[in-house]
Each structure stands twice: as structure tokens, then as C-alpha cells.
């Protein structure tokens, strides 16, 4: 089975499809998908349900889901993990958003909603609709303050779909036992310290056998810990080399990489060529 993992704390995507590309897979992240038009239907483990223009779904981590296009679907993706809530805290007295930050962690960790659309308020779907409709704007005109724009109508989005989860519950909520989450956040986080990235570290951290846990990480992100781990330093490799100037030595230091040869060899490996020149095609 497919396991998408997502390497950046947000991203969107919007897509035209007339099928889905992949059948049955899961994520390792929060993923909202919006219908802004089309039909068909959406599939989580044996429950089905139609989906039309309006539809938005609350896609959990390592839930097993599917769509299958009947008509021409726009799709918008909104894809977020705990990096992003997280980052989203201020650390001011006058500023609410601390708990604010907390609920929707605890609401959004939780197995207990309905699954199908999430928007059961009524009055929130011409609202979300309106979100989604300057969000898919700002994608496509790629003005300036683009990115900060689109993060606060992500936001704006999630504590929406919240408000209806907590609803729907009356707060009655159970959260989710699984630490893969936990797991790739602690290597997003850890990122720059080799040390905390050994498997064994990171086993004690969460409690689960150092035997085991290759096994266990695989088994819910279809990749292993070291593919993990070099997928997201070479993600970063890359958006050093597309949007700074650092020099490669930077890169391989800040990075923990042996020397620049060895960046070369799995960047190559893994990109196809090598970094050099893959800074060279983006500038072009």
C-alpha cells in the first residue's frame, strides 16, 4: 500500500483529475481535501460516501482512504502535521492563541469524529467556500505576501473544521495511541543533531524496543527510519540550493553530512544528478 509522507510543515495543492492517481493509501499528516466541483465518492476502510461540489473531508494520519472520480473533480489539498500547529503558538500575554494552538492539537488528535464531510455546521460551508475560493486565487496569481497570506486562510480553515469535530463530539474525544507522527516530528525537530536521529535514541525516546523499531516506523510510514531521514535532509539540501546561496561545505556541515562527496553521492543517488547542477536548473 501507498504511504504518502509530507516533508514541508503545510503545503496545497490543487488538481483537475478524472481519477485518482493512487488507489487505496494512507498519510503520515493531516490532510483536508475540499471538492470545489465534480462527484464521486471517497472511501475509508469499508464506508463510502458521495461527495459533491461543497464536500470537504478531514483525512486523519494512517487512516486508509481512496477516491474514485466520477466526474471532472477539482480537488484542493491542505495538508498540514504537527510541525505546523506547533509553530503557529505566540508567546505573548495579550495573545490568545497559545490555547487556541492546544485545543485544535487535542481535537485534531482524536479518532472520534464522523467520518464523510466534516462541515455539519451549516453556517460554516459559504464561509469555508469563500476561504477556499481566495486560497485557490492566491495559488495561481503567486502575488507578494502569497505564502502568508494562504497560511492565515489555512489556519482560518483548520479551526473551522475543529469547531465542527468538537461539535459534532460535545468534546467527547480519545486520542489517537500511534507515535508515528510523534516519531517524524521528533526527526524534523532533531533534523541537525545526528546524535538524536540514532535509532536507538529514538526508540527509548518513545518507548518501544530498539529491535523493533524499524519495523514499527516502516510499517506505518512504508518507508525505513534512514530512508525517512535522508528523504527529509536532501528535501532541505534542495531548498537550500533553489532559494540561498550556501556553499556546499555549508550545506554538508549544517546538515551532518561526512564531506562534499558524500552529499554528491546520495544526492545524485536519490535526484539523479547532482547538486551542482540541480542548483544550476533552477536558477535556470
Same mark, same amino acid.
Given at each position: 500500500?501507498?504511504?504518502?509522507?509530507?516533508?514541508?510543515?503545510?503545503?496545497?495543492?490543487?488538481?483537475?483529475?478524472?481519477?485518482?492517481?493512487?488507489?487505496?493509501?494512507?498519510?503520515?499528516?493531516?490532510?483536508?481535501?475540499?471538492?470545489?466541483?465534480?462527484?464521486?465518492?471517497?472511501?475509508?476502510?469499508?464506508?463510502?460516501?458521495?461527495?459533491?461540489?461543497?464536500?470537504?473531508?478531514?483525512?486523519?494520519?494512517?487512516?486508509?482512504?481512496?477516491?474514485?472520480?466520477?466526474?471532472?473533480?477539482?480537488?484542493?489539498?491542505?495538508r498540514f502535521n504537527d510541525i505546523y500547529l506547533k509553530a503557529q503558538k505566540v508567546k505573548n500575554l495579550h495573545s490568545n492563541l497559545g490555547d487556541w494552538i492546544q485545543k485544535l492539537e487535542y481535537i485534531l488528535q482524536?479518532?472520534?469524529?464522523?467520518?464523510?464531510?466534516?462541515?455539519?455546521?451549516?453556517?460554516?460551508?459559504?464561509?469555508?467556500?469563500?476561504?477556499?475560493?481566495?486560497?485557490?486565487? +492566491?495559488?495561481?496569481?503567486?502575488?507578494?505576501?502569497?505564502?502568508?497570506?494562504?497560511?492565515?486562510?489555512?489556519?482560518?480553515?483548520?479551526?473551522?473544521?475543529?469547531?465542527?469535530?468538537?461539535?459534532?463530539?460535545?468534546?467527547?474525544?480519545?486520542?489517537?495511541?500511534?507515535?508515528?507522527?510523534?516519531?517524524?516530528?521528533?526527526?524534523?525537530?532533531?533534523?541537525?543533531?545526528?546524535?538524536?536521529?540514532?535509532?536507538?535514541?529514538?526508540?527509548?525516546?518513545?518507548?518501544?524496543?530498539?529491535?523493533?523499531?524499524?519495523?514499527?516506523?516502516?510499517?506505518?510510514?512504508?518507508?525505513?527510519?534512514?530512508?525517512?531521514?535522508?528523504?527529509?535532509?536532501?528535501?532541505?539540501? +534542495?531548498?537550500?540550493?533553489?532559494?540561498?546561496?550556501?556553499?556546499?561545505?555549508?550545506?554538508?556541515?549544517?546538515?551532518?553530512?561526512?564531506?562534499?562527496?558524500?552529499?554528491?553521492?546520495?544526492?545524485?543517488?536519490?535526484?539523479?544528478?547532482?547538486?551542482?547542477?540541480?542548483?544550476?536548473?533552477?536558477?535556470?
Amino acid at each position: 500500500m501507498y504511504i504518502h509522507n509530507l516533508f514541508e510543515p503545510y503545503e496545497i495543492e490543487y488538481k483537475e483529475l478524472y481519477e485518482c492517481p493512487v488507489g487505496d493509501h494512507k498519510n503520515t499528516f493531516f490532510e483536508l481535501v475540499y471538492i470545489v466541483k465534480g462527484s464521486g465518492t471517497h472511501s475509508t476502510g469499508e464506508n463510502k460516501f458521495e461527495y459533491e461540489k461543497g464536500t470537504l473531508f478531514l483525512l486523519l494520519p494512517q487512516h486508509v482512504h481512496s477516491f474514485q472520480v466520477r466526474e471532472l473533480t477539482s480537488f484542493l489539498f491542505i495538508r498540514f502535521n504537527d510541525i505546523y500547529l506547533k509553530a503557529q503558538k505566540v508567546k505573548n500575554l495579550h495573545s490568545n492563541l497559545g490555547d487556541w494552538i492546544q485545543k485544535l492539537e487535542y481535537i485534531l488528535q482524536s479518532n472520534y469524529h464522523l467520518p464523510g464531510c466534516i462541515l455539519q455546521n451549516r453556517d460554516d460551508k459559504p464561509l469555508v467556500t469563500a476561504l477556499v475560493d481566495a486560497m485557490i486565487r +492566491e495559488y495561481i496569481s503567486r502575488q507578494e505576501f502569497q505564502r502568508e497570506v494562504v497560511q492565515q486562510l489555512v489556519n482560518t480553515i483548520i479551526t473551522i473544521v475543529a469547531r465542527n469535530i468538537w461539535l459534532i463530539n460535545a468534546g467527547n474525544t480519545t486520542v489517537r495511541k500511534d507515535h508515528s507522527t510523534e516519531i517524524i516530528q521528533y526527526i524534523h525537530e532533531h533534523i541537525y543533531t545526528p546524535e538524536s536521529l540514532k535509532a536507538e535514541v529514538i526508540a527509548t525516546r518513545f518507548n518501544i524496543s530498539p529491535s523493533y523499531i524499524h519495523e514499527y516506523f516502516r510499517k506505518h510510514t512504508g518507508e525505513s527510519l534512514q530512508q525517512y531521514i535522508t528523504g527529509y535532509k536532501l528535501k532541505l539540501v +534542495e531548498t537550500r540550493l533553489q532559494y540561498s546561496n550556501m556553499r556546499m561545505s555549508e550545506i554538508v556541515n549544517e546538515l551532518g553530512f561526512t564531506d562534499e562527496s558524500h552529499l554528491n553521492r546520495v544526492f545524485k543517488k536519490h535526484k539523479g544528478l547532482s547538486p551542482s547542477a540541480f542548483r544550476k536548473n533552477s536558477v535556470g
